[in-house]
């Protein structure tokens, strides 16, 4: 699977942006989906995943609320869209794809990855 994520940019405190994966090589609707974002000298953070359906998604603590995952399997994409931006909010982001169909926020779980999309928030 060749993940493709886009969307990005720069935005101040407050905006939004929606993130888009596009997957290509093979379908994903077996696949669970996720997103990781990451700062240079820190580690990957997960911030949400979505299983094979879209019947369970998942968050990380630091976006509940403000970031909703979808996906769109006749599109063979996952969305993430982001509200209430904040500066910690910058990193590069990447979606990931498992194997399997269900949910995990352990980036050891996914077996494919793309090349990110950079997130940056102004204060």
């Known amino acids: 699977v060749q993940l493709q994520a886009s969307g990005g940019g720069s935005v101040q405190a407050g905006g939004s942006l929606r993130l888009s994966c596009a997957a290509s090589g093979r379908t994903i609707t077996t696949c669970a989906m996720g997103w990781f974002r990451q700062v240079p000298g820190k580690e990957r953070e997960f911030v949400s995943a979505?299983?094979?359906?879209?019947?369970?998604?998942n968050y990380g603590d630091s976006v509940k609320g403000r970031f909703t995952i979808s996906r769109d399997n006749a599109k063979n994409t996952v969305y993430l869209q982001m509200y209430s931006l904040k500066p910690e909010d910058t990193a590069l982001y990447y979606c990931?794809?498992?194997?399997?169909?269900?949910?995990?926020?352990?980036?050891?779980?996914?077996?494919?990855w793309g090349q990110g999309t950079q997130v940056t928030v102004s204060s």
């Open positions: 979505i299983s094979w359906n879209g019947g369970v998604t």
């Open positions: 990931e794809a498992r194997a399997g169909p269900l949910v995990s926020d352990q980036g050891s779980a996914y077996k494919y």
